[in-house]
């Protein structure tokens, strides 16, 4: 699918929605593409990317950015405490920040730095073994502990269990969201953006209905 038509798609939902148009913000997610899709992209006039690897990024925004002016990147993947400083001088946000261990090493580098990228704590809304985020009922805690860091926290973000409906998930993202007074979502991916939408998601996280199948091999 086409980047215009994905960002049709999003229009149209916001408007579904009675929401303002230009409310959602189009993540592309980059990841695993080879670099000439994303430039195509880029060309179009896309500026807002994500990568899941800080490894990955580091290999390939650097050199778009001489090129592309105005870049803003998010990382969306897992974060090691010891990665955080090359994610500051990369990322304007990251979206997986979910652990104590993870927000103190982020404050700290903060203060070093004196900047921090905007923030998203990470939910394991489905509440699955193998999933990084911080359990719904440890949610409110662990916004508590961020905000007392002084952390630039923007909003919540989640990826729902593939086999269930994601728009249950979406709204345990909102509810816990609006219950500790953050207004962002990051929550939709390519199957599913429409409904995340419909349930509030400010930003959606697309990679292959605009870039196509990612290649692991
Ligand atoms: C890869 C990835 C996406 C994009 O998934 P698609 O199904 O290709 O749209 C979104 N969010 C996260 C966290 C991802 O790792």
């Known amino acids: 699918m086409s980047l215009e038509e994905i960002t049709a798609r999003i229009r149209a939902a916001e408007s579904a929605a009675n929401r303002a148009s230009g409310s959602v913000t189009l993540i592309a997610v980059s990841k695993v593409q080879p670099n000439e899709r994303v430039e195509a992209i880029l060309r179009k006039g896309q500026r807002c990317f994500g990568e899941n690897r800080v490894q990955e990024a580091a290999g390939k925004w650097p050199t778009f950015r001489e090129t592309f002016e105005n870049i803003d990147l998010h990382l969306i993947g897992p974060l090691q405490t010891n990665k955080v400083r090359q994610a500051f001088g990369l990322c304007q946000s990251i979206h997986s920040v979910d652990r104590p261990k993870l927000a103190n090493a982020i404050a700290r580098v903060a203060q070093e730095e004196g900047h ?5 704590i990470q939910i394991n ?18 916004v508590a502990e961020c905000t007392k860091l002084d952390l630039p926290i923007k909003g919540l ?32 991916m390519s199957g599913d953006f429409e409904s995340a939408i419909a349930q509030g998601a400010t930003h959606v996280r697309v990679g292959s209905a605009i870039f196509g199948a990612r290649d692991y091999s």
């Open 157 to 188: 973000m989640c990826i729902p269990p593939v086999d269930e409906e994601p728009s249950l998930h979406f709204a345990l993202l909102a509810k816990i969201a609006a219950r500790n007074g953050l207004s962002g979502l990051s929550m939709g």
């Open 125 to 142: 809304t489905g509440e699955e073994d193998q999933k990084a985020g911080v359990m719904p009922g440890d949610a409110d805690g662990f």
């Open 116 to 120: 921090c990228p905007d923030l998203f």
